[in-house]
């Protein structure tokens, strides 16, 4: 990837690329060259609450099969071994196994891009532990905001760091509460304990913990948290912001 690092301006998505381009491609490098962090943005009025019709939520949520007594968990991401979908399988076993829970179902939402072994593999993995009425695969939505209103948390398990973290973002625009891993972009995106939650990566048993955290707040607590995040996305990552 030293081809990227040609040019006189370098813009780093986030501080973690900034600091991952220091640490490991300091000899290309130079004074003549300028490097800079500057924060991806997202659409702010594509990802907005208010232009969700109760129409579109009934029409996803009756093809999704989502039962509106049970709290939705969505785990949005390509289905590949360092998005962290069978460490989230694994978590979903132990909050049905250890925290008693049957009150919830979640959707592993992401194409398989072709990786056909993994998906079976993921697939047997949910069948071995009899957790099939807790997951559903969905392998494509085209209507990303109504997904994560759907949701009442969105979860990015990622088990490598991700250099911005797209979903972190668009899920707090959308004022719902997130729960990332605590690697990569994510750290600068959330507001740790005000507009989601971190959790040790690769942690199931971390994931699954907080996951019954969330699942215990009160409406009140979860408003709070998806006011705050709204708050931090439009100060921070919007596309206005980006193109300034």
Known sequence: NSIMLKSDLIIAGSNFIFNHIKKNYKSFLNSDKKLMVIFRGINLDYFHKK??????KEILSANWKVDPLKKLILLPGRLTNWK?????????????????????????LGSNQGRNVYLKKLLSLVQRYQINKQITFISHCKDMPTAYSL??????SSIRPEAFGRVSVEAQAMEKPI??????????????????VLFKSGDPRELAKEINNF?????EALYSMGNEGRKNVTRKFSVDNMCQ
């Open 151 to 156: 949701a009442d948390l969105v979860v990015s």
């Open 84 to 108: 962290g979908q069978e460490m989230f399988i694994e978590a979903i076993n132990i909050l049905k196994e250890d925290y008693n829970r049957t009150d919830f179902q979640s959707i592993i």
């Open 215 to 219: 699942m215990e707040m009160d409406k």
């Open 179 to 196: 729960l990332a891993s605590d690697i990569g972009g994510s750290k600068e995106t959330i507001l740790n304990g005000k507009s989601g």
């Open 51 to 56: 232009n969700i019709s109760n129409k579109q």
